[in-house]
């Protein structure tokens, strides 16, 4: 079977170094293997999708270097909100199917009815399953009424485990310490979970590249691919690039946007080279392309087990 992989930037803000180290590692993967790499625009996040940012990450992936394979004869890359009918399909597949339930819950409810502190959890706050016992087909008593609900995905019960392709074996209940989850919104709007397993599963994606921060999405998304019957692909989580207080970057940070670096005259060569450098791939922050890095990897996949396991600190004091 061919590698087919993908990139998939989000619009709910600029593309900044993390998001760079992690599609670097995708485009090296797949190149490596002479698979497909394909471009997906994720943004269903709508009220938090910023104007412009589809266009930029588009560009920062030019700048950068990492080209990708045309999705289909017509355009470049998918639009997540141009598949809601697709989504809805499924969706409707699944309340079929008893797999999901409508829930009234507000966040607020959610968090204090969890059995376990906020704190303390592995990935949000646990859902405590207050509207488990639901039919799908209780959704039309709620739509009579005007309420709104979201649809929450039954995770099924017992120890789940699937293998990483840097971390390795993974393991836990999820059922028990992550909970049901959202799958979409009664107003017509999908869930990330949701959504990006139907469009992994359209394309053929067949491996997978993103940060370590959704590991426990791989429960989730897996869930739903053994629901459909549905063949997961290879999972590979690489570690984020995160503040001098451990928190994934953001604009807390100071400013690590792709754009800031090609406006102050940065060469990619040079971004590369750092994000190389970052990834264990070289010695040193020596300007190179990424074709260069590519070529200096050699045919095997060795390269990956050499990466840091530990996520990077970046100091805008010493950058």
Same mark, same amino acid.
């Given at each position: 079977?061919?590698?087919?992989g993908? *990139?998939?930037?989000?619009?709910?803000?600029?593309?900044?170094?993390?998001?760079?180290?992690?599609?670097?590692? =995708?485009? *090296?993967?797949? &190149?490596? =293997?002479?698979?497909?790499?394909?471009?997906?625009?994720?943004?269903?996040?709508?009220?938090? +999708?910023?104007?412009g @940012?589809?266009?930029?990450?588009?560009?920062?992936?030019?700048?950068?270097?990492?080209?990708?394979?045309?999705?289909?004869?017509?355009?470049?890359f998918?639009?997540?909100?141009?598949?809601?009918?697709?989504?809805?399909q499924?969706?409707?597949?699944?309340?079929?199917?008893?797999?999901?339930?409508?829930?009234?819950?507000?966040?607020?409810?959610?968090?204090? @009815?969890?059995?376990?502190?906020?704190?303390s959890?592995?990935?949000?706050?646990?859902?405590?399953? +207050?509207?488990?016992?639901?039919?799908?087909?209780?959704?039309?008593?709620?739509?009579r009424?005007?309420?709104?609900?979201?649809?929450?995905?039954?995770?099924?019960?017992?120890?789940?485990?699937?293998?990483?392709?840097?971390?390795?074996?993974?393991?836990?209940?999820?059922?028990?310490?992550?909970? !049901?989850?959202?799958?979409?919104?009664?107003?017509? #709007?999908?869930?990330?979970?949701? =959504?990006? #397993?139907? !469009?992994?599963?359209?394309?053929?994606?067949?491996? #997978?590249?993103?940060?370590?921060?959704?590991?426990?999405? +791989?429960?989730?998304?897996? @869930?739903?691919?053994?629901?459909? @019957?549905?063949?997961?692909?290879?999972?590979?989580?690489?570690? *984020?690039? #995160?503040?001098?207080?451990?928190?994934? *970057?953001?604009?807390?940070?100071?400013?690590?946007?792709?754009?800031?670096?090609?406006?102050?005259?940065?060469?990619?060569?040079?971004?590369?080279?750092?994000?190389?450098?970052?990834?264990?791939?070289?010695?040193?922050?020596?300007?190179?392309?990424?074709?260069?890095?590519?070529?200096?990897l050699?045919?095997?996949?060795?390269?990956?087990?050499?990466?840091? &396991? !530990?996520?990077?600190?970046? !100091?805008?004091?010493?950058?």
């Amino acid at each position: 079977m061919s590698y087919i992989g993908r *990139l998939a930037p989000s619009p709910t803000g600029a593309q900044h170094l993390g998001n760079a180290r992690t599609f670097l590692v =995708a485009w *090296l993967a797949c &190149r490596q =293997a002479g698979g497909e790499l394909l471009l997906r625009i994720e943004d269903l996040d709508t009220p938090r +999708t910023k104007l412009g @940012a589809a266009e930029q990450a588009v560009e920062d992936l030019r700048w950068l270097g990492l080209d990708w394979d045309a999705s289909n004869h017509e355009q470049s890359f998918t639009v997540q909100s141009n598949r809601e009918e697709r989504y809805s399909q499924i969706l409707e597949h699944l309340k079929e199917r008893n797999l999901v339930y409508p829930c009234t819950c507000s966040r607020s409810e959610v968090e204090q @009815a969890a059995s376990a502190p906020h704190e303390s959890v592995l990935d949000g706050t646990i859902y405590p399953g +207050t509207c488990s016992h639901r039919s799908s087909l209780d959704a039309a008593v709620l739509d009579r009424s005007g309420q709104k609900y979201a649809w929450r995905f039954r995770m099924p019960s017992g120890t789940h485990e699937w293998s990483d392709g840097l971390f390795g074996t993974q393991s836990l209940n999820a059922k028990e310490l992550l909970g !049901d989850f959202v799958v979409g919104r009664s107003y017509g #709007v999908t869930a990330y979970q949701l =959504a990006v #397993v139907i !469009d992994d599963h359209d394309f053929g994606i067949n491996h #997978v590249v993103r940060g370590n921060d959704l590991i426990f999405s +791989t429960y989730r998304q897996n @869930a739903i691919y053994h629901a459909m @019957a549905w063949s997961p692909p290879a999972w590979l989580h690489v570690p *984020l690039v #995160v503040g001098t207080d451990g928190r994934r *970057l953001a604009k807390r940070h100071g400013d690590t946007r792709l754009s800031m670096y090609r406006e102050q005259g940065v060469l990619p060569e040079k971004m590369i080279g750092y994000l190389a450098e970052t990834l264990g791939l070289t010695k040193d922050v020596s300007s190179i392309s990424a074709l260069e890095l590519l070529a200096s990897l050699g045919p095997n996949n060795d390269w990956i087990q050499r990466m840091t &396991r !530990d996520n990077i600190v970046f !100091d805008p004091e010493r950058h």
